[in-house]
């Protein structure tokens, strides 16, 4: 099975700080990677799949890269609303489509 | 707009069973693949189930083969979980997600979740 991992577990930032967030694969996932956003007590939000393609209405200061077995998101500008965990998934070897631990988004 | 309400949480003592409703509204229901995703207390995300858009093919995490049957009623735009033989390690919040795609394949994602619906499993 493919398993993913993320770093950092946590991190802490402020508002208007640019972030990024590592994903790495066990194994090659060409660009077969997607990425959520949860909030406390919320559903998760999918924002960005095929490694890179922002969903419909999801800001553009969101940003996804990478293939193979190493992925980042992005955020250029946080913004307050930001905060929260965020999960990066493999979609590369249905049906285990296999969730990283998460990173909690933190404000300094 | 696309709504997914689950249903049917609750505490269960192991061993017992319990079934979760996923009603859909807002979208086509028949027209896509549907999962289930569960998520214990305070941990991260683990995938469950998925079923095409016609119940024609279904798969299960192996933690939950022979115990958990996912179905769909689409006449009623409905999706379910059958959980059986319920473990404490099962306790999670329980997602319905629906998939970008009829036939969930490589490249897809879950572009809505319902709310979710606790099932704890105790004594």
């Known amino acids: 099975d493919i398993q993913m991992t993320q770093s950092p577990s946590s991190l802490s930032a402020s508002v208007g700080d640019r972030v990024t967030i590592t994903c790495r694969a066990s194994?090659?996932?060409?660009?077969?990677l997607n990425w959520y956003q949860q909030k406390p007590g919320k559903a998760p939000k999918l924002l960005i799949y095929?490694?890179?393609t922002l969903l419909s209405g999801v800001p553009s200061r969101f940003s996804g890269s990478g293939s193979g077995t190493d992925f980042t998101l992005s955020i250029s500008s946080l913004q307050p609303e930001d905060f929260a965990t965020y999960y990066c998934?493999?979609?590369?070897?249905?049906?285990?489509?296999?969730f990283g631990q998460g990173t909690k988004l933190e404000m300094k | 707009q696309v709504q997914l309400v689950e249903s049917g949480g609750g505490v269960v003592q192991p061993g017992r069973s319990v079934r979760l409703s996923c009603a859909a509204s807002?979208?086509?229901?028949?027209?896509?693949?549907m999962h289930w995703v569960r998520q214990a207390p305070g941990k991260g995300l683990e995938w469950v189930a998925l079923?095409?858009?016609?119940?024609?093919?279904?798969h299960n995490v192996e933690s939950v083969k022979g115990r958990f049957t996912i179905s769909r009623d689409n006449s009623k735009n409905t999706l379910y979980l059958e959980m059986s033989s319920l473990r404490v390690e099962d306790t999670a919040v329980y997602y319905c997600a629906r998939d970008l795609r009829r036939r969930p394949a490589a490249g897809t994602g879950f572009d809505y979740w319902g709310q979710g619906t606790l099932v704890t499993v105790s004594s």
């Open positions: 807002g979208f086509t229901f028949s027209d896509f693949g």
């Open positions: 998934q493999q979609s590369h070897t249905p049906p285990l489509y296999t």
């Open positions: 194994q090659s996932i060409s660009n077969y």
């Open positions: 079923i095409w858009y016609d119940g024609s093919n279904k």
């Open positions: 095929g490694a890179s």
